[in-house]
């Protein structure tokens, strides 16, 4: 008799829970689509009034999305002011040599600071993760006196040797690289392995999750840099997309339609692998963070 009663009551408060939590999910859906929308709103307006060849003559006073007479013309103009093919190898370059580096060196600092048994670990450590509060607009004057004494400035060395490690990807990999049992690295050392081969042969299998999100994360971060390539590079040959493209968008700032042209061709690449791999950035960083 008690254990019906108590069945009874958990039914009870199981079907009196059920409208708050739809209610609940509801609400937080509605959030999370005005913020998608807020988000997704600007660069539908913006591919549209780059595919408008009026935009060059006016602006229309309300947004529009979707355009009134849709033509090519914007992107035929900037392409043909600019070496658009130059532009995208040189960023290929710098995005896939600073990316490979990068995933590289902070994966095994990453692993060092993981698994490593040294004195001052936790210390160095700290002042490692210290580098990220420090902005980049102040450590920019002496990378560029550092990389004008190397004879690298205005070349795409300069943009990639800057950045093959970073604070960012250390933490990342070193979460990540933590929650490997220490039981397979010790089974591995006891069958004669050396510190390299379990590296690659054990610890980067196991962290291709973090990698593509880290891989995603820095290519967009040097896809999109502007203002270090305007420092070092002086010469158009060597000058990234986003920097060609931002020259140009200044030089054809009386035709809105040809700058909002460019600056699709600029981000179009990164939302596309974006879009592609975001699965493996949301799984990345979820679990690099379940163990301390």
Same mark, same amino acid.
């Given at each position: 008799?008690?254990?019906?009663?108590?069945?009874?009551?958990?039914?009870?408060?199981?079907?009196?829970?059920?409208?708050?939590?739809?209610?609940?999910?509801?609400?937080?859906?509605?959030?999370?689509?005005?913020?998608?929308?807020? #988000?997704?709103?600007?660069?539908?307006?913006?591919?549209?009034?780059?595919?408008?060849?009026?935009?060059? =003559?006016?602006?229309?006073?309300?947004?529009?999305?979707?355009?009134?007479?849709?033509?090519?013309?914007?992107?035929?103009?900037?392409?043909?002011?600019?070496?658009?093919?130059?532009?995208?190898?040189?960023?290929?370059?710098?995005?896939?040599?600073?990316?490979?580096?990068?995933?590289? %060196?902070?994966? #095994?600092?990453?692993?060092?600071?993981?698994?490593?048994?040294?004195?001052?670990?936790?210390?160095? %450590?700290?002042?490692?993760?210290?580098?990220?509060?420090?902005?980049?607009?102040?450590? #920019? =004057?002496?990378?560029?006196?550092? #990389?004008?004494?190397?004879?690298?400035?205005?070349?795409?060395?300069?943009?990639?040797?800057?950045?093959?490690?970073?604070? %960012?990807?250390?933490?990342?990999? &070193?979460?990540?690289?933590?929650?490997?049992?220490?039981?397979?690295?010790?089974?591995?050392?006891?069958?004669?392995?050396?510190? %390299?081969?379990?590296?690659?042969?054990?610890?980067?299998?196991?962290?291709?999750?973090?990698?593509?999100?880290?891989?995603?994360?820095?290519? =967009?971060?040097?896809?999109?840099?502007?203002?270090?390539?305007?420092?070092?590079?002086?010469?158009?040959?060597?000058?990234?997309?986003?920097?060609?493209?931002?020259?140009?968008?200044?030089?054809?700032?009386?035709?809105?339609?040809?700058?909002?042209?460019?600056?699709?061709?600029?981000?179009?690449?990164?939302?596309?692998?974006?879009?592609?791999?975001? &699965?493996?950035?949301?799984?990345?960083?979820?679990?690099?963070?379940?163990?301390?």
């Amino acid at each position: 008799m008690i254990s019906k009663q108590n069945c009874l009551r958990e039914a009870r408060a199981r079907s009196s829970r059920r409208p708050r939590g739809i209610v609940t999910q509801l609400t937080l859906l509605a959030v999370l689509s005005l913020g998608a929308m807020a #988000m997704i709103l600007p660069f539908v307006w913006m591919i549209a009034t780059s595919l408008s060849r009026q935009a060059n =003559i006016s602006m229309p006073r309300d947004p529009s999305f979707w355009p009134p007479d849709p033509s090519l013309f914007n992107y035929r103009v900037a392409s043909a002011n600019l070496p658009v093919a130059r532009l995208y190898l040189n960023s290929i370059i710098v995005a896939g040599g600073s990316t490979i580096g990068y995933l590289l %060196f902070s994966s #095994m600092t990453g692993y060092a600071f993981a698994k490593g048994r040294f004195r001052g670990k936790s210390v160095l %450590f700290i002042a490692f993760l210290s580098t990220l509060l420090i902005p980049f607009e102040t450590r #920019m =004057i002496p990378l560029y006196l550092l #990389m004008k004494k190397l004879a690298l400035t205005d070349t795409l060395a300069a943009l990639i040797v800057p950045f093959l490690v970073g604070g %960012f990807g250390t933490f990342l990999l &070193r979460q990540h690289i933590t929650t490997i049992p220490d039981d397979l690295i010790d089974a591995a050392r006891i069958d004669g392995a050396g510190e %390299f081969r379990i590296f690659w042969t054990i610890i980067l299998p196991l962290c291709k999750s973090a990698l593509a999100a880290l891989a995603i994360v820095n290519v =967009i971060w040097r896809w999109n840099d502007v203002l270090w390539p305007l420092l070092v590079i002086t010469t158009r040959e060597n000058q990234t997309l986003t920097q060609g493209l931002a020259a140009a968008g200044r030089a054809s700032g009386v035709f809105p339609g040809v700058a909002l042209a460019t600056a699709v061709l600029a981000v179009g690449p990164v939302i596309i692998a974006y879009l592609i791999l975001q &699965r493996h950035i949301i799984r990345g960083v979820a679990t690099s963070g379940l163990k301390g």
